[in-house]
């Protein structure tokens, strides 16, 4: 069973709407999550990472947060813009020998 | 400015043929990595290495061999191509410790 679960799988939202995707992971031990975009055809980017200790962070239209006692993890897009439009992948770190488990993405798709 | 180039991006196999995916970093990074991403799964390690003249099996390691020829490179070989290896490779990176991966932009695989 895979450690990172990402809901939904995907979304259509139009232009200027707000979005949250969610991450729920079971690593243990934690050492952070890291959020990536992954524009099509193209490399994953990191978008923001959250350590232990961090409930939210944001970059620019992007905000993260982190509930480490539930192991709950979203990312919330404000006014999306058609740019927006791309995989988001969640991947989380493990401590004692920064292994990396991936989530399955979640598509957002920004309509006009 | 290259970060993490990957040749070829496109490549169609015939079952039973081989190639070598070629990876170059030229950011001084420790770490280098080999993932396959396939629809609806997260991305999966097939090899890495830890540091030049060292590599190690990853989660998904059968039927692909690597060479970290030295800090910058980093192949990935397909001795005898199968249709399940039908999928994007991506090469990636990440200096010593901070688990931020920089990826390529991905060899799309097709064996018929």
């Known amino acids: 069973k895979n450690q990172v679960e990402q809901s939904p799988q995907s979304l259509i939202i139009l232009e200027g709407k707000n979005c949250t995707l969610q991450c729920n992971y079971t690593v243990s031990p934690f050492s952070n999550l890291r959020w990536y975009k992954q524009d099509t055809g193209r490399g994953p980017v990191s978008l923001t990472i959250?350590?232990?200790?961090?409930n939210t962070k944001s970059n620019g239209r992007y905000t993260a947060t982190l509930d480490a006692d539930t192991k709950q993890s979203s990312l919330h897009i404000t006014a999306s813009q058609l740019s927006d439009s791309a995989s988001y992948i969640c991947?989380?770190?493990?401590?004692?020998?920064?292994?990396?488990?991936f989530g399955a993405g979640t598509t957002v798709t920004v309509r006009a | 400015n290259a970060g993490v180039t990957q040749t070829p991006k496109f490549q169609v196999l015939k079952t039973g043929q081989s190639m070598t995916l070629q990876c170059a970093q030229d950011?001084?990074?420790?770490?280098m990595y080999w993932y396959r991403q396939d629809p609806g799964m997260g991305l999966r390690l097939i090899y890495y290495s830890a540091s030049e003249g060292t590599t190690d099996k990853g989660e998904v390691p059968n039927g692909y061999n690597v060479s970290r020829l030295n800090k910058r490179e980093f192949s990935l070989r397909l001795e005898s191509a199968a249709p399940s290896q039908t999928s994007v490779y991506f090469c990636?990176?990440?200096?010593?410790?901070?688990?931020?991966?920089?990826f390529g932009e991905g060899s799309r695989l097709t064996v018929l």
């Open positions: 950011m001084n990074h420790n770490s």
């Open positions: 959250m350590t232990f200790s961090e």
């Open positions: 991947v989380v770190s493990r401590s004692n020998d920064y292994k990396l488990s």
């Open positions: 990636a990176s990440n200096p010593v410790g901070t688990g931020e991966l920089f």
